[in-house]
């Protein structure tokens, strides 16, 4: 495996998945969220495509990120794609205890110092709200892009649970085949 690609809803654990291939692989890790926000704003979509373009036409590469709409500069140019495909109470739970970690100050990062009572569970676009809103109507056009994906010759991981992730993480530490053990793409939900 050369180029990863790795996305699924908030609170998944991808940014934890990714790392930890980057250091057993050695192969260099881009988050997609650090391409696209920057301190002037979110990029533009042509500009936004075109970076991360550029790095995955390198040979090696793991590349995380919630960006379907990436899915031809990204998805369909992996050797594997991993789609974190875990139940919806399990992330909401997810995003609260990270929230309130955050919100209570036991995490300094940009995001934390960001993040607000509101911002986490209040508002209308909350990231509770958002991931809620968004596993619902995004999971179906994923199921479809993620078989165009496997179409084109690229291996789907499907992992269900943290639990799976721990397995595969197990396999691929002891260099055996990265498709054993883990879900194999499905066209259903």
Known sequence: MRKIALFG????????????????????????????????????LPEFRRQAGEITRQDTWIVEGNFSKLADVVWHRADVLVWLDFQLPLIMYRIVRRSLYQLTGYEDSPQARRLTWSKAFFSRRSLLRTAIRKYRNNRPRYVQQVSETADQGVKVVRLHSPREVRRWMELMKGGESHSRGATRHTTGP
């Open 9 to 44: 809803p908030p609170a998944t654990g991808k940014s934890t998945l990714a790392r930890w291939l980057s250091a057993e692989l050695g192969h260099p890790h881009t988050d997609l969220d650090d391409l696209l926000f920057t301190p002037d704003g979110p990029l533009p």
